[in-house]
């Protein structure tokens, strides 16, 4: 099935526009969830929506509110949603180009996809693509999502472009209340040459594969065990020696760390399977065809 776009409309820069459209850059579909149930029945608890008043109403019967006070609300309707619709509704407006590192992670939100939006986009597109690509800028651009206006950064990526949605600047906190109660001070220099030097021991390029979600992997692990009926395994915590001062644990944490090899790359090891990766439908099946050999062998 295709990627269902998140939101369409034009990509514009100055007098030059081409149709887009918009695809999330991430997918939560591979998570572990949980569903609640009766603690008896195993049944999956469902929420219906409740009116204090009626009891049970039915979800065609829910409208949207704006709460202005304690308990008052005013109705917004469609319409009215519709009245207040703006440029940024329907078209990517590039405002400006920035360098890259001028933009603040703190204010990176969610990533997307952007492609064109059908072959006759597709010049349009390459020429904006290229253009940024060529210049190492962000592009600045506003576009309405659920409801919302909100600031984003666009950038050339392979074939197509990337964007990512911004905080707005009163979202994120101010770092004084977090902060403000640390003491300034220069830390002691022989102590700061050893944290340098341990930090250079650490240095590698980054590949994201690298950083398994090991708690993800254990859960799996754990629900493969309890579906073929083993009590699971409790990992005990890692032990950790006595700390007795800051200069002594720099000290040997530079003696266990080792420096990354400067030899020729070796060809890489097989990656083993891991627990996360192995679907749950596949783990239901082997719990269901391991419970199934015992009755095949009493009717022979």
Same mark, same amino acid.
């Given at each position: 099935?295709?990627?269902?776009?998140?939101?369409?409309?034009?990509? +514009?820069?100055?007098?030059?526009?081409?149709?887009?459209?918009?695809?999330?850059?991430?997918?939560?579909?591979?998570?572990?969830?949980?569903?609640?149930?009766?603690?008896?029945?195993?049944?999956?608890?469902?929420?219906?929506?409740?009116?204090?008043?009626?009891?049970?109403?039915?979800?065609?019967? *829910?409208?949207?509110?704006?709460?202005?006070?304690?308990?008052?609300?005013?109705?917004?309707?469609?319409?009215?949603?519709?009245?207040? +619709?703006?440029?940024?509704?329907?078209?990517?407006?590039?405002?400006?180009?920035?360098?890259?590192?001028?933009?603040?992670?703190?204010?990176?939100?969610?990533? $997307?996809? *952007?492609?064109?939006?059908?072959?006759?986009?597709?010049?349009?597109?390459?020429?904006?693509?290229?253009?940024? =690509?060529?210049?190492?800028?962000?592009?600045?651009? +506003?576009?309405?999502?659920?409801?919302?206006?909100?600031?984003?950064?666009?950038? =050339?990526?392979?074939?197509?472009?990337?964007?990512?949605?911004?905080?707005?600047?009163?979202?994120?906190?101010?770092?004084?209340?977090?902060?403000?109660?640390?003491?300034?001070?220069?830390?002691?220099?022989?102590?700061?040459?050893?944290?340098?030097?341990?930090?250079?021991?650490?240095?590698?390029?980054?590949?994201?594969?690298? $950083?398994?979600?090991?708690?993800?992997?254990?859960?799996?692990?754990?629900? +493969?065990?309890?579906?073929?009926?083993?009590?699971?395994?409790?990992?005990?915590?890692?032990?950790?020696?006595?700390?007795?001062?800051?200069?002594?644990? *720099?000290?040997?944490?530079?003696?266990?760390?080792?420096?990354?090899?400067?030899?020729?790359?070796?060809?890489?090891?097989?990656?083993?399977?891991?627990?996360?990766?192995?679907?749950?439908?596949?783990?239901?099946?082997?719990?269901?065809?391991?419970?199934?050999?015992?009755?095949?062998?009493?009717?022979?």
């Amino acid at each position: 099935m295709a990627p269902r776009a998140s939101w369409k409309g034009h990509l +514009r820069l100055s007098l030059v526009s081409c149709p887009v459209k918009l695809f999330p850059a991430t997918s939560a579909s591979e998570r572990i969830s949980f569903n609640q149930l009766h603690k008896d029945t195993h049944n999956r608890i469902n929420m219906k929506p409740v009116d204090p008043e009626l009891g049970l109403v039915e979800r065609s019967d *829910l409208v949207r509110g704006y709460e202005y006070e304690a308990k008052q609300y005013i109705i917004i309707e469609d319409s009215d949603l519709e009245a207040v +619709r703006i440029e940024s509704s329907h078209t990517m407006n590039i405002e400006a180009f920035v360098d890259e590192d001028e933009v603040d992670v703190i204010y990176q939100d969610a990533p $997307y996809y *952007l492609a064109p939006d059908g072959a006759m986009a597709e010049e349009t597109f390459a020429v904006l693509r290229d253009a940024m =690509a060529a210049s190492g800028k962000l592009a600045i651009a +506003r576009l309405v999502m659920t409801s919302r206006e909100r600031i984003v950064t666009i950038g =050339a990526r392979e074939t197509g472009m990337f964007v990512c949605t911004l905080r707005n600047p009163n979202e994120v906190r101010s770092t004084a209340e977090y902060f403000g109660n640390i003491p300034v001070g220069k830390p002691d220099k022989e102590m700061l040459e050893l944290a340098g030097k341990l930090i250079e021991q650490k240095v590698k390029p980054f590949d994201p594969k690298d $950083y398994e979600d090991r708690y993800e992997a254990a859960l799996m692990s754990m629900i +493969r065990e309890k579906l073929k009926g083993h009590k699971p395994i409790i990992a005990s915590a890692p032990e950790r020696g006595n700390v007795i001062n800051l200069m002594d644990a *720099l000290k040997a944490s530079l003696g266990e760390a080792k420096p990354a090899a400067k030899s020729k790359a070796k060809e890489p090891a097989p990656v083993k399977e891991t627990a996360a990766k192995v679907s749950l439908k596949a783990a239901v099946a082997a719990s269901k065809a391991a419970a199934a050999k015992p009755a095949a062998k009493k009717k022979a």
